[in-house]
């Protein structure tokens, strides 16, 4: 079944983009009080880029209001360079045409947001945004030199200035009095505004700027109102550099700006796995949780980045693209933040969305993708982990010397090396003998370490040219260790998450509320292929025990194809570039 992007596969998106949103329930009302959910709702960026004006962001807003304000999107965005004329000469990247108030700080340019001039700021649009039921975001920042002085000139650090905006974004020093007054003069007055979300720009990845992360979040914690912080871009970024970033957001971008292309799309797919594994997706952040942003969607009508002209094209990725993008953002309980143009998609393809509701809620998720087993070389036989090699003779001349993990039952197929026939072979057990990977090729299991290994320390394991070498022999004790012969060290298998790009096919899974379970099946090849993922699989990955040896049944949700109950195996065609995405009720 191939879709072409017309009016119904529009209006279907549609009905699922709000039913998948709507799997984190109610509660997310309340998500800036203490975000409990990813926040959801609407930016300018990918439909206007700079150039929205009042009226346009005021129709925007009351669609959202209307149409997906009951699914949870609750947030009205106004991305960057409000503050910027937009006169002839003016772009994204050129100075002298912001305005400015008289202490440096950016305030709504009055052309293009009249209800700001005598000073309102943004009060006016604060206030019609709070009466749709909404909540309303701003771009705070960085700071805006914009070809003149700063009457505090030494306040900005000229010499950080944005990686991607060299012209006028930079810095502020927050270890300066003067730098940290002037932020909390800034954020202050977003707070009096009536601001519930801030978007902070180039502090993050390539431009990480801790101390200014820092001291915003802690002027944002001070404030008696609550504002959700958001960081971006991510370029670069990795859980490693996040940690310390991620309890003081409730956002951050973990890519590079995601446009509407496939390689835009697919680039998401490792790095959200690494902060999956790395237990950041909603892990404790600015006075509630936060949350890995896999960046706003552009699905619908857009513009383009730097334009200086508002929506006038359709998205470019085909129906089963912007199904994986929706599937992906949603499995891995990104904020969702739609970026397409309101008015257009609601006029030319009417109102009359289906709307499916998901109960519950989704919840840790893993990928469970194709695993690799991988040999580690463990430190000490004695560790119970250490058991779980067998012999399994295939005929008289070939024995393989096999793992199965009965500790952690994790790996259900065995995981089984080539054992060369003894050198001494009085006896199976107890003799010496090489692993190969492989009966073709001569390459040798070698547990030689470069450095001895300490207490902790796990080594993978590698295949080299066979020698008779003690540290490529191994024994196969009785009690199912595998022992090398020079370093006494003893071999394991362990699973790890193959490569998608080499495999393109990855799965996730995530628990609702309600005990349901997501499973998502990604296709990324060029080709429609079968997919399928184990029942068992699942119980491995999800955190509830008993679900081992359990059954299922459910739906394909972008389908609605019923799924009948099943202990084994759950199957199903998918397009290239697609993906399956099952509700699974499972007892
Ligand atoms: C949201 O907060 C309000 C008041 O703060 C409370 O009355 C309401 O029950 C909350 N809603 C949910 C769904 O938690
Ligand atoms: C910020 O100001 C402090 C105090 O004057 C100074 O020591 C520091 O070098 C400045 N930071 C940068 C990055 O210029
Ligand atoms: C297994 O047996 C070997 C010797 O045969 C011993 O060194 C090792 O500690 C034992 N390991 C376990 C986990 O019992
Ligand atoms: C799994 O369930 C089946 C019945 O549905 C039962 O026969 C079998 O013993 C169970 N296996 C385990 C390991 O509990």
Request: charged fraction near 20%; include cysteine; aromatic fraction near 12%.
């Amino acid at each position: 079944m191939k879709m072409k992007m017309n009016i119904f596969s529009f209006l279907f998106l549609y009905s699922l983009l709000f039913s998948l949103l709507n799997h984190h329930g109610v509660s997310s009302r309340n998500v800036s009080d203490n975000p409990s959910s990813p926040p959801r709702g609407w930016n300018s960026y990918d439909s206007f880029c700079w150039t929205i004006s009042e009226q346009e962001f005021l129709q925007n807003a009351d669609l959202i209001s209307q149409r997906l304000l009951p699914h949870g999107y609750e947030y009205a965005v106004v991305d960057y360079l409000w503050y910027r004329r937009k006169v002839p000469g003016a772009s994204v990247d050129s100075l002298g045409f912001d305005v400015i108030d008289e202490w440096g700080r950016m305030i709504p340019d009055p052309d293009r947001w009249p209800s700001s001039k005598d000073g309102k700021g943004f009060t006016e649009v604060a206030k019609k945004v709070h009466s749709m039921g909404l909540k309303f975001g701003i771009h705070g920042g960085p700071y805006q030199e914009s070809g003149r002085q700063w009457w505090a000139q030494d306040i900005g650090l000229k010499e950080r200035a944005c990686a991607w905006m060299p012209h006028g974004f930079m810095s502020v020093n927050a270890s300066l009095g003067a730098g940290r007054a002037f932020l909390r003069s800034l954020y202050t007055q977003y707070a009096e505004w009536g601001v519930d979300f801030v978007k902070h720009d180039c502090v993050f990845g390539d431009d990480l700027d801790i101390f200014e992360i820092s001291f915003v979040s802690e002027v944002l914690k001070e404030l008696d109102r609550p504002i959700i912080y958001s960081l971006s871009p991510g370029t670069s970024v990795t859980p490693a550099m996040a940690k310390n970033v991620i309890g003081l957001v409730n956002m951050y971008r973990i890519t590079g700006d995601d446009w509407d292309s496939w390689g835009d799309v697919t680039s998401h797919f490792d790095v959200t796995r690494d902060f999956s594994a790395a237990n950041m997706i909603g892990a404790s952040g600015l006075k509630g949780k936060s949350w890995p942003d896999l960046d706003m969607l552009p699905l619908g009508w857009l513009t383009d980045p730097g334009s200086n002209e508002g929506p006038h094209r359709k998205c470019n990725l085909n129906f089963e693209e912007q199904k994986t993008q929706m599937t992906l953002w949603s499995i891995a309980k990104s904020p969702l933040m739609f970026g397409g143009d309101f008015p257009y998609v609601t006029a030319k393809h009417g109102s009359n969305c289906r709307k499916q509701v998901l109960p519950g809620d989704s919840g840790l998720l893993k990928d469970v993708g194709k695993k690799d087993a991988y040999i580690f070389i463990l430190p000490s036989c004695e560790h119970l982990r250490a058991k779980g090699w067998t012999l399994e003779t295939l005929d008289q001349d070939i024995a393989q010397i096999c793992w199965k993990d009965s500790l952690r039952n994790k790996y259900q197929a065995p995981f089984c090396l080539y054992k060369r026939r003894p050198v001494l072979a009085a006896e199976e057990y107890e003799a010496k003998f090489h692993l190969l990977a492989s009966d073709t090729v001569d390459f040798c299991l070698d547990a030689s370490p470069k450095k001895k290994l300490t207490s902790k320390e796990l080594r993978r394991g590698s295949f080299s040219p066979c020698k008779w070498d003690s540290n490529q022999l191994w024994k196969l004790s009785r009690n199912g260790t595998l022992i090398n012969s020079y370093s006494g060290q003893c071999a394991v298998i362990d699973t790890v998450e193959a490569n998608v790009v080499s495999s393109g096919v990855r799965a996730w899974v995530a628990t609702g509320r309600q005990g349901q379970i997501y499973l998502a099946l990604f296709n990324l090849n060029t080709e429609r292929i079968t997919m399928s993922a184990k029942i068992s699989d699942l119980a491995n990955v999800l955190p509830a025990e008993n679900l081992k040896n359990f059954s299922c049944k459910g739906k394909e949700i972008w389908t609605g194809k019923y799924l009948g109950e099943t202990k084994e195996l759950i199957s199903t065609a998918v397009e290239s570039h697609g993906c399956a995405l099952f509700v699974l009720y499972c007892k």
